[in-house]
């Protein structure tokens, strides 16, 4: 019953979020990055923001770290999805609040300043890979209910390291996003705050989960994004291209934009491939040695992405051949 409200609560939330929109004219237009050729709503993932509140509210004794950096990065996020802010204020925002949880999970007292600063590295690098890649209808919530069912099987039937309603509200939050995204055409899409709001759930559950059973291997349930994002930004690199400026070259993009598969499939096989890799992380915990999970995971994804430069060729060549 207590889930069945919470959805409720959500569903109105939206609907009420999208007056707002509305009225203030919060929009996405179309640019050279977008995968989608429409004006629509922005901001609908200030959906995960609520759903925290809600669980915060019931739960003020805890959490109060999470919530206030979860709170700033979503409010600068949401002011960036209105008014374009500036690299700097938004980085320096995420570097804020990621201090918060690293305070909340005691990160300072355990480990290195060099080990400190690889958790900063990797940490507003995964935040910034889940905004990059929220760019088709679904990707964002199917991806995330993905990781959060991980997540939440984990703390179920593995090791206990969280309340289970802490990744539940995030579950439901998803489903009532995918409500209004999820389509053909999206009633909303996620925006900064969405996509940055919910990496920030997802790495402090993460984060928190790799403490509690000292192994990195949970990183694994990020590996399909992970690995999308930084081998985008190194061929970026080696195009001599500015890695802040909009682009198409994330495989996603490809197959949805040059290669014209519809956007509801493209997320629904980069959601699927998660729960695979999910699912083979989960069966090889503490039977196979850590690194070599890492490597059974990661080498198949590069084959996969590197598909990429096969359909970017034979895309050119068959436009060179038309001309």
């Known amino acids: 019953?207590?889930?069945?409200?919470?959805?409720?609560?959500?569903?109105?939330?939206?609907?009420?979020?999208?007056?707002?929109?509305?009225?203030?004219?919060?929009?996405d237009k179309p640019n050279q990055r977008s995968s989608h050729t429409e004006v629509t709503l922005r901001g609908g993932g200030i959906i995960f923001w609520f759903s925290v509140l809600l669980y915060f509210?019931?739960?003020?004794?805890?959490?109060?770290?999470?919530?206030?950096?979860?709170?700033?990065?979503?409010?600068?996020?949401f002011w960036?999805?209105?008014?374009?802010?500036s690299n700097k204020i938004r980085i320096s925002?995420?570097?804020?609040?990621?201090?918060?949880?690293?305070?909340?999970?005691?990160?300072?007292?355990?480990?290195?300043?060099w080990g400190i600063a690889i958790a900063y590295v990797l940490s507003?690098?995964?935040?910034?890979?889940?905004?990059?890649?929220?760019?088709i209808n679904g990707i964002t919530g199917l991806y995330t209910l993905v990781v959060m069912g991980a997540l939440l099987y984990v703390n179920t039937n593995i090791q206990l390291f969280t309340d289970g309603d802490f990744i539940k509200y995030a579950i439901i939050a998803s489903i009532v996003f995918l409500f209004f995204n999820y389509r053909k055409k999206a009633k909303c899409f996620a925006g900064d705050i969405g996509s940055i709001a919910i990496a920030f759930w997802v790495i402090y559950l993460v984060l928190k989960l790799i403490l509690v059973t000292e192994s990195l291997i949970w990183l694994l349930f990020l590996a399909v994004y992970g690995v999308d994002s930084v081998c985008t930004i190194l061929h970026r690199l080696y195009l001599r291209q500015n890695i802040f400026e909009a682009h198409r070259l994330h495989l996603y993009q490809v197959l949805s934009n040059d290669y014209k598969i519809q956007h509801r499939v493209v997320s629904l096989l980069y959601a699927l491939v998660q729960m695979?890799?999910?699912?083979l992380v989960v069966f090889l915990y503490q039977k196979v040695k850590d690194n070599l999970v890492f490597l059974i995971v990661i080498l198949p994804l590069l084959f996969i992405y590197s598909s990429k430069f096969y359909l970017l060729n034979k895309k050119n060549l068959r436009l060179n051949h038309g001309a």
Request: glycine fraction near 8%; charged fraction near 10%; avoid cysteine.
């Open 276 to 279: 695979g890799i999910s699912f």
């Open 1 to 27: 019953m207590e889930y069945t409200l919470l959805g409720i609560i959500l569903m109105i939330i939206m609907l009420l979020y999208f007056k707002v929109a509305n009225r203030f004219n919060i929009i």
């Open 57 to 77: 509210v019931q739960h003020i004794q805890t959490n109060y770290f999470f919530f206030t950096g979860i709170t700033l990065v979503s409010l600068v996020s």
């Open 124 to 135: 507003i690098g995964l935040i910034n890979a889940y905004n990059f890649m929220d760019g």
């Open 93 to 113: 925002i995420h570097f804020l609040s990621i201090t918060l949880i690293f305070f909340d999970l005691g990160l300072f007292g355990l480990f290195p300043i």
């Open 80 to 85: 960036d999805d209105i008014q374009s802010l």
